[in-house]
C-alpha cells in the first residue's frame, strides 16, 4: 500500500471510547494540535455495555475527572435519565452518584463537544502501525496508508483490539456491537516487544420494554433532590422526578439456573471456547450460578436505555449462553415470561496491555512518548477509562511541553489508586475500582473531589477562570465557617428544648458550637439556628464544614497515615537500578523490582513480594548513591 504524509500533530489519540475522548480533549484544551482517530465516529462515547455512568467508586472517578477538569461529568448532567445517590445511610466515605445515561444522547453530546474544541481534528479510519524510531514514537500509519507525525500518541483502542464475540459455539472477529476490530496494532504492538495478554467482557441480552410484566417488578425511581456529576451544573438544570425514568428490579429463580446448568456444556466459558479472563467481580449468570450454588436467587436490573428506544437493558444476565438458552433463561424470570428479546447478549475477547510495562504517567517504559490509557490497560468500566484517558491526555501534553509528568497519587484519588495499582501489582483479570482498594478512602469522597483536584486542573489550563474563583470562594467559605464554629460558645439555655426533642441529656456547661456538631444528631442547621453566619452559606459549604467536624478524628489519623507514605514517596529511586547487585535482597524482591522498576521507595513497598526488610535494604542502597544501572 501506497504510504503518504497526511498532517503532522502534537498528540493523537488512537480510539473514541471513554478514554480516548477525554484525553484528546485534555491535550487539545492543553494547546496541543491534536488528532482522535477513530475506527466509527457514530460510535464516540459509547455504551456497549451497561447504560449508566456512577456508583460505588466508579462515580467518585466521574467527579474527580470533573474536578480536574474533564468531560464525563459534565456530558452525563446534560444526557441522563434518572440520578441517584447511593449509600446515603452509611458514612460519606462510600457515598456515590449513579446516573442511568441516554446511551445515544451521552454518545451525541460528547461527539458534539468534540467537534466543538479548539485544535482537536476527528478523523474516522484505523491505525495500524505505530512508527517508532530509536525507542521513540513519531506517529502512527492508517489502513488508507495516511500518516500522521506526533510527538506523543495515547492508544486507547479498548475491547475492539483483536476482539472476538462470543455467542455459544458461535466465535467471531469483531469489536463491540458488531463493530471493525482492530487486528493489526495489536500484531504491530508485538513486533514492538510489548507483552499482551487476553481477557474476556460482556453483555447481557436486550429486550423490548413493552414485553414485561411490571407488576412482578419492584420500581427504582430516581431522586427528587438535585444531585450532578459536575461541579458545574446548576440545581435548577435538575430533571424533576416526573421525568425521570425508573429502573425495575427482578430476580432470577430455581427454574432460571435449572435451564443454565442443563445447558452448561454449550456454555463457552465452560467449553474451553473462551481463552480470556474475565472479571471477577461482574460475572456472567452462568458463572454466578455455579459459582453460588447455594443462592436460590441473583438480583436483576431492567435499565432503560434511551428515551428514544424502547431497548430495555438486562443488568444482572451477562452472559454468552448460545441464543435459545437465552430466551428461555430469559423467560423464566417473573416479569420477564413474555420477554422479547431484541439483542442477544454475548462476551467479546480483546488484548490487553500487561500494565507493568507503564509508567505512573501511563507513558510506556520501552517506547518515549507512548501512552496507553482504558481497557488497553486491562481495566472494565467506562469511568475508569475515562480517568485514564484524562491522565494520560494531560501527561502527554506535559511531555511535548517540556514538564515533569502529572503522577495522581493513592491519598488524592481514586485514580490515582487504581493507575498505582495497575503499574505497581499488574492485574491478571478485568480491574474493577472497589472502594475497599483505597486505604484513605475518607480522604477521597464524593463531595470533596474539588478540594482534592482542582487546582490541578486550573494549573493546567483545563479550569476556567470562572469556575476557579467560585471555587476559591467556596473554600475560603468552609474555612471562615470552620474558623467561626470555633469562636461561638452554646449556652445551656439556649438547647433546653432542643435536647429535650432529641430525648438527650442537657447541657451542663457552655460548649462551642464547633464541639457542639460532633455530635451525630447535631446538624450545621441546628448550630447555624442559634448562630446563624454574618452571610448565607451554600449547601456545598455546609456539608464540607459538617463532615469535616464530624470526622475530624478520623481524617486527621489518615492524613498522619498519609504524611508518613509521604517520606516515602519523596525517596527516587534511579531509573534503571542494577537490582542484582544489592546483595542483601531477597531474589524474590529482585525479580519483582527489576520487573516493575518503581520509581518511589513508596511503590517499591507495595510491590506483591517485596518485604519491609527489602525496603529497608533498598532505602540504604539508594542514599548511599553508590548503586549501579543497567542498560535498557
Avoid at 462515580?59 to 459534565?74: F, H, P, S
Avoid at 500518541?153 to 462470543?166: M, N, P
Wanted: hydrophobic share 35%; charged share 30%.
Amino acid at each position: 500500500m501506497q504510504k503518504y504524509e497526511a498532517g503532522n500533530y502534537d498528540v493523537v489519540v488512537v480510539g473514541g471510547g471513554h478514554a480516548g475522548v477525554e484525553a484528546a480533549l485534555a491535550a487539545a484544551r492543553m494547546g496541543q494540535k491534536t488528532l482522535l482517530a477513530t475506527i466509527s465516529l457514530d460510535k464516540i462515547a459509547f455504551m456497549p455495555c451497561n447504560p449508566s455512568i456512577g456508583g460505588p467508586a466508579k462515580g467518585i472517578v466521574v467527579r474527580e475527572i470533573d474536578a480536574l477538569g474533564g468531560e464525563m461529568g459534565r456530558n452525563i448532567d446534560k444526557t441522563y435519565i434518572q440520578m441517584r445517590l447511593l449509600n446515603t445511610a452509611k458514612g460519606p466515605a462510600v457515598r456515590a452518584l449513579r446516573a442511568q445515561a441516554d446511551k445515544h444522547l451521552y454518545s451525541l453530546e460528547m461527539k458534539k463537544t468534540l467537534e466543538h474544541t479548539e485544535n482537536l481534528d476527528l478523523k474516522q479510519g484505523i491505525i495500524e502501525e505505530l512508527l517508532i524510531e530509536d525507542d521513540k514514537i513519531e506517529g502512527v500509519v492508517s489502513n488508507t496508508g495516511a500518516i500522521y507525525r506526533a510527538k506523543s500518541v495515547v492508544l486507547t483502542t479498548g475491547t475492539s483490539a483483536r476482539g472476538q464475540i462470543i455467542i455459544g459455539e458461535l466465535k467471531y472477529s469483531s469489536g463491540p456491537e458488531n463493530t471493525l476490530p482492530s487486528i493489526k496494532l495489536q500484531e504491530n504492538l508485538e513486533e514492538h516487544g510489548f507483552e499482551l495478554n487476553r481477557f474476556k467482557t460482556g453483555t447481557p441480552p436486550r429486550i423490548h420494554k413493552d414485553s414485561i410484566d411490571y407488576s412482578y417488578t419492584e420500581e427504582q425511581p430516581g431522586d427528587p433532590e438535585p444531585h450532578h456529576f459536575s461541579y458545574e451544573s446548576k440545581d435548577e438544570d435538575y430533571m424533576p422526578i416526573e421525568d425521570q425514568y425508573s429502573c425495575w428490579l427482578t430476580y432470577t429463580n430455581e427454574g432460571t439456573h435449572e435451564t443454565i446448568l442443563s445447558n452448561i456444556d454449550r456454555a463457552p466459558m465452560f467449553t474451553g471456547i473462551i481463552d480470556g479472563v474475565g472479571a471477577r467481580y461482574c460475572p456472567s449468570i452462568e458463572d454466578k450460578v455455579v459459582r453460588f450454588a447455594d443462592k436460590n436467587r441473583h438480583q436483576i436490573f431492567l435499565e432503560p436505555e434511551s428515551a428514544d428506544t424502547d431497548e430495555i437493558y438486562v443488568q444482572g444476565l451477562n452472559t454468552s449462553l448460545p441464543e435459545d438458552v437465552q430466551v428461555d433463561m430469559l423467560r423464566s424470570v417473573k416479569g420477564l415470561e413474555n420477554a422479547q428479546m431484541m439483542r442477544t447478549g454475548y462476551a467479546i475477547e480483546y488484548d490487553v496491555i500487561l500494565p507493568h510495562q507503564l509508567r505512573p504517567s501511563l507513558e510506556t517504559k520501552m517506547v518515549e512518548g507512548l501512552f496507553t490509557a482504558g481497557q488497553t490497560n486491562g481495566t472494565s468500566g467506562y469511568e475508569e477509562a475515562a480517568g485514564q484517558g484524562l491522565l494520560a491526555g494531560i501527561n502527554a501534553a506535559l511531555r511535548n511541553q517540556g514538564k515533569e509528568p502529572f503522577i495522581m497519587k493513592r491519598n488524592e484519588s481514586y485514580i490515582g489508586v487504581m493507575v498505582d495499582d495497575l503499574v505497581t501489582k499488574g492485574t491478571a483479570e478485568p480491574y474493577r475500582l472497589l472502594t475497599s482498594r483505597a486505604e484513605y478512602r475518607l480522604l477521597l469522597r464524593h463531595d470533596n473531589a474539588d478540594f482534592r483536584l482542582t487546582d490541578y486542573g486550573y494549573d493546567f489550563g483545563l479550569i476556567s477562570e470562572e469556575r476557579y474563583a467560585a471555587f476559591t470562594e467556596k473554600r475560603e467559605q468552609t474555612e471562615a465557617e470552620l474558623a467561626r464554629l470555633k469562636t461561638v460558645r452554646i449556652k445551656p439555655s439556649q438547647v433546653v428544648e432542643y435536647l429535650e426533642e432529641k430525648e438527650e441529656p442537657q447541657l451542663k456547661d457552655g460548649i462551642l458550637a464547633y464541639d457542639f456538631m460532633r455530635r451525630p444528631y447535631v446538624s450545621y442547621d441546628d448550630v447555624a439556628a442559634i448562630y446563624p453566619p454574618e452571610e448565607e452559606v451554600s449547601k456545598a459549604v455546609k456539608e464540607q464544614v459538617e463532615i469535616h467536624i464530624k470526622y475530624e478524628g478520623y481524617i486527621n489519623k489518615a492524613q498522619r497515615k498519609v504524611d508518613k507514605v509521604k517520606r516515602m514517596e519523596n525517596k527516587k529511586i534511579p531509573e534503571n537500578i542494577d537490582y542484582k547487585l544489592i546483595g542483601s535482597l531477597a531474589t524474590e524482591a529482585v525479580d519483582r523490582l527489576t520487573k516493575i522498576q518503581p520509581e518511589t521507595i513508596a511503590q517499591a513497598s507495595r510491590i506483591s513480594g517485596v518485604t519491609p526488610s527489602d525496603i529497608a535494604i533498598l532505602s540504604v542502597y539508594v542514599e548511599q548513591g553508590s548503586y549501579e544501572t543497567v542498560e535498557n
